[in-house]
């Protein structure tokens, strides 16, 4: 067993090297990593256990919430009973924190052509996740939606018939493009629910209020951007004027669409969470964290009728990602494949030469067929991570291969995780 833990322990080895460069690239781009993640954890722990104790604090679902969650939307998303759908890639906007690149084409002061008939199939792939995941509801983004008015009222309505007045269905938008017109056709179609990135509009909240007069649930959605603690505090008191359901505070995150935008911001990353870098391409502002826990306290000194919710990185990882992943996996799972902590499919694979040699080690421990699969196109032999002891990596190599099951279900060369619980 030790032998074969100290050659895969090189393997590891480099993958901490790629690690660095991925550290490096963010550097390079003028982010720095936050020093000291194992002593801001406990500072982060001990946080957390102080915010607990305050009134009409609770743990829900692994997130902190200040007078319990304001959307349905958010219960199903802790779960993995949501999706979200993003419409277009234009917008009103260009903002620094937005995950997604936009050149200035996309970029529109108002509405798009009318919405045709013949783009229904693009509605098919919609649905089709919607049943594949089992969704209970789901989120219509973009860009900004409303930019794309008549395909945003269609998709509400066909969703809506086909899968129930119960389907909860929320949009999300910076308010820009909002009329009274409009709201009242999306009332129309029954939209469940709308959430304003105030962040978004500089924090505007005009649209938040011309939304109460038509829209069931209104609620606020933010990135929680450091500097500007003092204007959300300020919002969230203009807010209990309009009585909204509540606001979501979302961590700020950095990723390739964003990055070159927050050059000189001194935002330092976070780097105390277990997702390896081949599943998570972003991390989270350490200073928004903290932000949020002081919004959090100051909502509880404000006694606000509102919920306020923090929206982990960590939990919408799990909520829309891995559990995704790990719905897709359960479906996929070969006999010679495991499932692990963040929903990939793992398996133990020998590629030519060692190939023939590797089977017979497998048959002669009498290891089931079933757990052993040869693959005349990729020239390899695939088998259970369990199998390991009974292979020979000082004479043939093994690899230890994760996939990705997405649209794409790449493969990941990753290094000694059977070695390593910690990542699975």
């Known amino acids: 067993m030790q032998r074969h833990y100290s050659i895969l322990k090189i393997k590891k080895i480099k993958m901490d090297m790629l690690q660095l460069e991925h550290d490096y690239f963010l550097q390079k781009n003028g982010l720095l990593i936050a020093p000291q993640p194992e002593a801001r954890a406990k500072q982060r722990a001990i946080r957390y256990q102080r915010l607990k104790q305050l009134r009409n604090i609770s743990y829900i679902n692994n997130k902190l919430c200040y007078q319990g969650l304001g959307s349905a939307n958010c219960r199903r998303c802790s779960h993995g009973d949501m999706v979200c759908f993003h419409l277009t890639s234009h917008c009103t906007r260009n903002c620094f924190f937005c995950p997604q690149k936009r050149t200035e084409a996309a970029i529109t002061g108002s509405a798009l052509t009318n919405y045709s008939p013949a783009e229904d199939k693009e509605l098919l792939p919609v649905q089709q996740a919607i049943e594949w995941f089992d969704a209970k509801g789901?989120?219509?983004?973009?860009?900004?939606?409303l930019v794309v008015i008549d395909k945003l009222l269609h998709y509400i309505k066909l969703l809506k018939n086909r899968f129930g007045s119960y389907f909860w269905i929320h949009l999300y938008t910076n308010g820009d493009l909002l009329t009274a017109e409009n709201l009242k056709a999306l009332q129309k179609t029954g939209l469940d629910e709308i959430r304003f990135n105030l962040a978004a509009n500089g924090y505007n909240v005009d649209p938040v209020a011309l939304a109460k007069q038509y829209i069931p649930k209104v609620m606020v959605e933010i990135p929680v951007i450091?500097?500007?603690?003092?204007?959300?505090?300020?919002?969230?008191?203009?807010?209990?004027?309009?009585?909204?359901?509540?606001i979501n505070l979302h961590e700020l995150t950095i990723n390739q669409g964003n990055i070159s935008k927050v050059k000189g911001r001194k935002y330092?990353?976070?780097?105390?969470?277990?997702?390896?870098?081949?599943?998570?391409?972003?991390?989270?502002?350490?200073?928004?964290?903290?932000?949020?826990?002081?919004?959090?306290?100051?909502?509880?000194?404000?006694?606000?009728a509102y919920s306020v919710h923090h929206c982990t990185f960590s939990q919408r990882l799990f909520g829309q990602r891995f559990s995704r992943y790990y719905k897709t996996a359960i479906k996929y799972r070969r006999p010679y494949e495991t499932i692990t902590g963040q929903g990939l499919l793992e398996k133990l694979v020998v590629p030519a030469p060692g190939l023939e040699e590797a089977l017979e080690d497998l048959e002669k421990n009498r290891v089931p067929k079933a757990q052993i699969h040869v693959s005349g196109k990729k020239q390899q032999l695939e088998t259970h991570r369990n199998n390991l002891i009974f292979l020979n990596p000082a004479g043939y190599e093994v690899r230890?291969?994760?996939?990705?099951?997405?649209?794409?279900?790449?493969?990941?060369?990753?290094?000694?995780?059977?070695?390593?619980p910690d990542y699975s």
């Open 400 to 420: 230890i291969i994760r996939c990705i099951p997405d649209e794409n279900f790449s493969e990941v060369y990753i290094g000694n995780q059977v070695a390593n």
């Open 268 to 304: 330092k990353i976070r780097k105390d969470y277990k997702f390896p870098f081949y599943i998570v391409k972003e991390a989270p502002v350490y200073q928004s964290e903290e932000t949020i826990f002081d919004l959090m306290e100051f909502a509880v000194e404000q006694n606000f």
């Open 138 to 145: 789901c989120g219509l983004t973009g860009g900004e939606p």
């Open 226 to 246: 450091p500097e500007a603690a003092p204007k959300i505090k300020q919002t969230m008191q203009d807010l209990e004027q309009l009585g909204i359901a509540g």
